[in-house]
């Protein structure tokens, strides 16, 4: 991969994106929202169609010039359809949190009420936190999960939709290891009258292939992200039922964005069309088989998983009783210092700060992009153990280093 033309024009951008891609040939992203796209995909999003405008949709936009748009669009929402079978789908949201904006712009008016999962639980900001539009605009109550399993508590959830009266009860999560029973929080949507959406963020690819089941057709909007476990480059997604979707079409635009990013919605089109391989349904089943291989290596050392494991892409470790002294940036610190990058993260109960918390989030899509399968990811896991458990020795983490840059070549990227 060369960035030649680039360095014609600007060598201080060239030098920093060759320092990204050496980075991220060098190490491995073990963060839970992150994977590798293809060459294909990265070609879409740096192509020609970053110069057109088309405001509107295919065959009704407000711009001349939109042929080509309109069939690359049009091949996004078809594929996207075929994916997850939903009756209508945008594809223009820029990203996962102006999907969720647009889901809210479409039927809640200001001062409505949202009922979703505590960030510290693993939810996300645009789920109502307070330092997030949603937080501020509407009135915000959350669930947690149980303090002693680590699962959603769904009676709970019902109890709680009672008791608040939510409009809208959001499901789908940043940092949740268990699958969704979408049924049982559709059951305590209806019970209270309110909508439902599933904000499948981090599992649209588990979705898409069947490894996870699916919230389409059951809550009555999906939202996504399309650079987390599918690898369609960065951006969102809304899927709905036919009787929402002019709604949800208006609110993404007019509503909430301008022009589409026809270049990120040629990488989707791409990048759905390869989830659409049979190649992607064996990936979707090796991520979470890695996960569950690289939970039971940290079990086996003694960490604690918050749920005792994973069912998904994710494992979210809480180190304060196997470690103590060791805070999740501790760890990531250190593993970063050993060229494995992932995110300190809040567990439930947390008892530290969001900006020291007491766990990590280890998440397994971009290592299986890159070609790993259960020894593999088992071998990683004693490293990133190693590393836990030694992170004051200097000696230990470039050990670890020199292994992760022997294995960065045995598992390459953009070669
Ligand atoms: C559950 C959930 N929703 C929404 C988002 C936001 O996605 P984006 O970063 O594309 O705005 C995330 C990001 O990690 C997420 O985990």
Known sequence: MEFDQIREADTAVANAMEGELSRQQET???IASENYVSEAVLAGQGSPLTNKYAEGYPGERYYAGCE?????EQLAIDRATELWGADHVNVQPHSGTQANMAVYLAVLEPGDKILSLDLNHGGHLSHGHHVNFAGQLFEVEHYEVDADTGYLDYES???HAERFEPDIIVSGFSAYPREVEWERIQEAADAVDAYHLADIAHITGLVAAGVHESPVGVADFATGSTHKTIRAGRGGIIMCDEEYADDIDSAVFPGSQGGP???NIAGKAVGFGEALTPAFQSYAEQVVANAKALGDVLTDKGLSLVSGGTDTHLLLVDLRESHPDVTGSDAEDAL?????????NTVPGETRSAFDPSGVRIGTPGITTRGFDEAATRELGELIYEVIDNVDDD??????????????????LYE
């Open 28 to 30: 491995f992203s073990l």
């Open 68 to 72: 080509y748009v309109d069939e690359i």
């Open 157 to 159: 959830i019902h109890e």
């Open 261 to 263: 990013l026809a270049h």
């Open 336 to 344: 970063a210092d050993a060229n494995l990058i992932l995110n300190a």
């Open 395 to 412: 000696s230990v983490i470039e050990s670890v280093r020199s292994r992760v840059e022997e294995l960065s070549r045995e598992y390459p």
